[in-house]
C-alpha cells in the first residue's frame, strides 16, 4: 500500500531495477515498510497521481524494467481496478455485471468461460460492467473476446484425492485429443504448420529449447526426429540457449502455458536470427502461441497440479506427430513404416491405458524403492526418461533423485552405490537390453536395489532385478510416452506416503513467469 493509502497493488513478476528506484523514492521521503520490489511500483504510483490513474500507471510502467502483471486499486475510484502487463500473463474474464483479472485461465473458469488476453505493455481499466484497455501510448484499443472450451468440472478433481492423479489417469483421453484432430485416413496432417516441402528440405537442423518437463519431453522427441527424419536434433535449455542459429534452423519452443519467461527469452531471440520457431504449447492464446511462426496446440486440457504429467506426455505426442510428418514430406520413410507407425500412434491411449491398468502394485513398491536417494538409469529414450523420472521425484516428494546414463555408471557414478541403494532402471530399448542388463548387474554387485521399468514378457529382466513393473510391448520410438506414467504413479504414492502438499509442492509454481 502507498504511504497515503490512496494506492493498492498487487504483482506477479521481477522488478529488475527496483534498488535503483528504491533508493530514488527514499531520497524522495517515501518510507518503505519491506524489502520488496513490488513497494516500488505502488510508491512510484503516488509519486505520478495528481488525479489521472491512468497517466499515473503509464508513468509507472514507464519507469519499470523487467516482468510484471500488476493489478490496481484506489480509494478514489472504488467501483473500478486497474491492471496492465509485461513479459508476465493477465487474463481478463469477461462476465455479466461482474469482470476478473487473473495470470491464468484456470483461476476463471468458474466465474466465467469468456477472456480477454492482454499484450505486452497494455493496460486496462475494469469496472463491474465495462472493460476498457489500451495501448502503450494510452490509445484505446478493441479487443477480442476468447471462449475457454473446457468445463468447470474438468478443474475440478472429480473424486480423486489429488489434481495429479486425476491428470495422471486422463492421460490415454489427452493423448487421444491430441491425436485425433491431426490423423486423417492414415495420415498426419498438422493444421497450423505451412512449411512446404522445399522449405523443409532447406532445413539443415533442429533446434528443441524448453524447460523443466517440457525439456525432457524435447530430450525423448529428439530420438524420435533424428531416426524418423535423419536431420540433426539438438535440445537446449531454454535458460542455457545460446543460439547458432539461421535461417536453415527450425527452432521447436516448448511449454504448458506458453507463457514460460525463460523459454520466450529463447524464442525471440532466434526469431531475431532468422530460425522459423513453432510452439508446442496447450494454452490457446498464450505468449508463445501468438510469437511462434506456427503453433501446435497439446489439447491437454487444465492441467492444475504443479507437477505435469499430461502435460508432458502430450507435448511428446505432437513431437511424435511432428517427426512422422517431416519424415514423409522429407521422403525419409517407406511407405509401409509409416503405415506401421501412425496406427502404433494411434494405439497409445489405449495402451496408455494398459500401463495404468498393469501398475496397481506400484503403491506396494514404495517403502522399498522411495526412503532416501534414489538413482534412475537409462540408455537413450529410457535416459531420456529416467530424466523425468527423477524430477517428479524430487518435485513432489522431496527426495533426492538423480538420473544417469547407464553406460556413464563406471565413468564416476557407480562410486555412488552401496548397499540397499535404490536404482530405478529403465530398460524399455530391445536394442540396448543386453548393455542395459550388464549396468544392472554391476550396481546389484555393489549391493544395489533394482526397480525395472520394462516391457511386458521381457524375461531376462525378470532374473536380474530385484521388482519389476511393465508397460504394454510398443514400438520403442515411442515408448517413452507408456514409460513415464508408472514413474509418475511411483512418485505420486511416494509423496502421498511422505505426506507432501502434492499438488502444491513448496517453492514451485505452475507457470515459471520471471527468468
Not at 147 to 169: C, D, N, P, Q
Request: charged fraction near 25%; aromatic fraction near 8%; hydrophobic fraction near 40%.
Amino acid at each position: 500500500m502507498s504511504n497515503d493509502g490512496r494506492f493498492a497493488v498487487v504483482h506477479n513478476g521481477i522488478i529488475e531495477n527496483y534498488l535503483e528506484l528504491r533508493r530514488e523514492l527514499i531520497k524522495d521521503g517515501y518510507i518503505f515498510q519491506s524489502e520488496t520490489d513490488t513497494e516500488t511500483i505502488v510508491h512510484l504510483l503516488e509519486l505520478y497521481y495528481d488525479g489521472d490513474i491512468k497517466a499515473a500507471v503509464m508513468k509507472t510502467a514507464a519507469r519499470l524494467e523487467g516482468s510484471y502483471a500488476l493489478g490496481i486499486v484506489c480509494t478514489d475510484t472504488p467501483d473500478a481496478l486497474y491492471v496492465v502487463r509485461e513479459a508476465s500473463p493477465l487474463i481478463l474474464g469477461v462476465g455479466v455485471g461482474e469482470n476478473y483479472f487473473a495470470s491464468d485461465v484456470t483461476a476463471l473458469v468458474s466465474h466465467t468461460k469468456n477472456v480477454i488476453y492482454l499484450e505486452d505493455g497494455e493496460f486496462a481499466k475494469l469496472t463491474p460492467d465495462s472493460i476498457t484497455v489500451c495501448d502503450c501510448a494510452g490509445r484505446e484499443v478493441k479487443k477480442p473476446i476468447s471462449r475457454v472450451t473446457w468445463s468447470v468440472e474438468a478443474a475440478e478433481k472429480g473424486g480423486y484425492e489429488h489434481f495429479m492423479l486425476k491428470e495422471i489417469m486422463e492421460q490415454p483421453a489427452a493423448v487421444k485429443a491430441a491425436l485425433a484432430p491431426r490423423i486423417h485416413e492414415g495420415r498426419v496432417q498438422l493444421d497450423g504448420f505451412e512449411l512446404g516441402e522445399e522449405e523443409l528440405r532447406g532445413i539443415s537442423k533442429i533446434i528443441i529449447t524448453a524447460c523443466g518437463s517440457a525439456y525432457y519431453a524435447g530430450c525423448s522427441g529428439r530420438y524420435a526426429i533424428e531416426r524418423l527424419c535423419r536431420v540433426p536434433v539438438q535440445v537446449e535449455l531454454a535458460s542455457e540457449l545460446r543460439p547458432m542459429v539461421d535461417e536453415h534452423t527450425l527452432v521447436l519452443v516448448i511449454s504448458q502455458s506458453g507463457e514460460t519467461a525463460d523459454t520466450i527469452a529463447a524464442l525471440k531471440e532466434c526469431k531475431a536470427r532468422g530460425a522459423k520457431v513453432i510452439g508446442i504449447v496447450n494454452v490457446v492464446g498464450s505468449t508463445i502461441a501468438k510469437l511462434a511462426d506456427f503453433t501446435l496446440y497439446t489439447f491437454a486440457g487444465p492441467e492444475i497440479a504443479v507437477a505435469t504429467t499430461k502435460g508432458y506426455t502430450t507435448q511428446l505426442t505432437v513431437l511424435y506427430l511432428f517427426a512422422l510428418y517431416m519424415a514423409e514430406k522429407l521422403g525419409r520413410i517407406d511407405a509401409e513404416s509409416y503405415t506401421t507407425l501412425v496406427k502404433e500412434l494411434q494405439h497409445l491411449p489405449r495402451k496408455l491405458q494398459q500401463t495404468i491398468d498393469m501398475n496397481w502394485q506400484i503403491p506396494k513398491l514404495v517403502s522399498r524403492y522411495a526412503s532416501h536417494s534414489l538413482f534412475f538409469i537409462g540408455r537413450n529414450t529410457d535416459y531420456a526418461v529416467a530424466l523425468e523420472g527423477a524430477l517428479k521425484m524430487k518435485e513432489i516428494s522431496y527426495l533426492h533423485a538423480e538420473s544417469y546414463a547407464a553406460g556413464e555408471l563406471k565413468h564416476g557414478t557407480i562410486a555412488l552405490i552401496e548397499e540397499n541403494q535404490p536404482v530405478i532402471a529403465v530398460c524399455c530399448n530391445e536394442a540396448l537390453m543386453d548393455k542395459t542388463l550388464s549396468n544392472i548387474v554391476e550396481v546389484k554387485a555393489r549391493g544395489a536395489k533394482v526397480l525395472a521399468l520394462s516391457c511386458k514378457g521381457n524375461k531376462k529382466i525378470v532374473s536380474q532385478a530385484d521388482d519389476v513393473i511393465f508397460i504394454p510391448r510398443v514400438e520403442t520410438v515411442f515408448s517413452a510416452a507408456l514409460a513415464v506414467v508408472p514413474l509418475q504413479l511411483l512418485a505420486y504414492y511416494a509423496a502421498k506416503e511422505k505426506g507432501c502438499d502434492i499438488d502444491k509442492p513448496k517453492n514451485l509454481a505452475k507457470s515459471v513467469t520471471v527468468e
